[in-house]
Every structure is written in structure tokens, then in C-alpha cells.
């Protein structure tokens, strides 16, 4: 009997000796699989906070790049008093101020010039006008492309009198100068404008370049004008280019 016992005993010895090897097992795989948990929560955690950066970083970086285009893109809008002799006064609207000192401005602007006064003003990508004595222009701010800094156009109205205008590689078909019923793209080189208000006439004279006058309304083609040649205009009319004594006006 006592034999039997004993034998009972090693049995329960080693059936518990296995149960607690096993209890050990399952609590080292419980206590891995914790690690192992933590691990893929605190790489998780980390995989976010990095992909948080990136997003946030991508977020910054596409809001920095709108306001620098934003920027460029205003930086575009402007335009330039370079130059001012005698009298000159100008608005924005409302009445005229004496000008004092050279402007920057990307609003429509009207400029008037008295007796013996003239004004040059630049322009966007290097075009420039230049108003003579007893002169009346309106500059508005260039158009530009929906996206990014192209311009497209700058319009430009010449009230009354005299104005000169010079075109630069980068600025070419650009300006676009109404007077009376016509319209003048400046496509190169120099050339100038002359109105009368009162009588409604003037003409357009080109010393080098290419310049092309539409009848605003009109559905016919473009006169070109090169250099040496100039075009008159009257109530409407506009006259065959004919060739132009160019030493006779101020390209000063």
C-alpha cells in the first residue's frame, strides 16, 4: 500500500512539476506577447506622429508655396513712377493730389501732366510709358493668368495729349493702349501716341518696331505698323499707314 502511495505521489509530483512549467510557458508567452503588443502600439503611435509630421510638414509647405505665389503674384500687379518733371497730379478716385515723390501702385491710377511737366511710369516687365506737357492717362493694373504669374494683358487709356511708349523683349504684346475708338498692341520697339480730345483725332507713329491699331468693334483684321510708318484717326476712322517724318516728335 505504501508502495502504491508513493508511486501516486511521484505521479502527482511530475503531473504537477508539468502543470507549472506550463503555467510558466503560458505566463512568459502571455508576458512576450505584451512586449510584443507594446511594441506594435508604441510603433504605431510613432508610424502616426511620423506620418502626422509628414502630412503637417506637406500641409505647411503647400500653404508657404500659395502665399509666396499669392505674393508673386501681387508683386505682378505693380506698377512704377519712375520719373516725374513740373507739375503733376494724379487720383485714384475722387479729386487730383499733387504728385510730391515717386509711387508705386497696383490700382487704377489717372495721372495728368500741365504745360512743360511730363511722367514716366514703368510698367510690368519692362515696358514703360512716358506722358508729355497738358496729358491725361489711366493705368490699370495687368491681368493675369487664373494660375501662377503670367500676364496676360495691361490696359491702358490715353484720356488726351501726347504719350510714348517703349516695349522690352519680355513685354511684348502686352500693352494694350485705348484712345478714342481704337485700341494699340504694342508688339515691339517704340512708338507713340497723340490725341486730341476736342476734335477727336489723333494718330499713331511708330519710330522702330511693331505696333497693330484695331477699330475697337470692328471685325476687320489688324493694321500693323511698322517703324518709319504712322496711321491717323478721326471720329472713327482710321487711315492707311503712310510714312512718317519720325526726327520731327520728341523721343525724349
Partial sequence: MAKQWH?????????LKKLQLEREKAAKLA????????SIAVGAVILFIIIGAIVLGIVLKKRADARELEAKREECLYS?????????????????????????????????????????????????????SSSEVLITPPILENIGTTIKKQNIELIRGEMTSAISIDGRGLLFIQVSNITIVGQSGLFKVIYNDETDKGEVVVKNGLVEVNLNNSTEK???????????????????????????????
Avoid: C, M
Fill in 80 to 132: 512704377n513712377v519712375a520719373e516725374f518733371l513740373g507739375t503733376v497730379d494724379y487720383r485714384r478716385r475722387g479729386d487730383w493730389t499733387p504728385l510730391t515723390k515717386n509711387l508705386k501702385f497696383k490700382e487704377d491710377y489717372s495721372f495728368k501732366t500741365s504745360e512743360e511737366s511730363s511722367l514716366t511710369v514703368q510698367l510690368q516687365k519692362e515696358n514703360q510709358i512716358k506722358l508729355y
Fill in 31 to 38: 508576458e512576450q506577447q505584451a512586449l510584443r503588443n507594446k
Fill in 7 to 15: 508511486q501516486l505521489e511521484r505521479l502527482d509530483h511530475k503531473a
Fill in 222 to 252: 489688324p493694321t500693323k505698323i511698322s517703324g518709319f510708318y504712322k496711321v491717323s484717326f478721326e471720329k472713327g476712322e482710321l487711315s492707311s499707314p503712310t510714312q512718317a517724318s519720325v526726327i520731327q516728335y520728341d523721343w525724349q
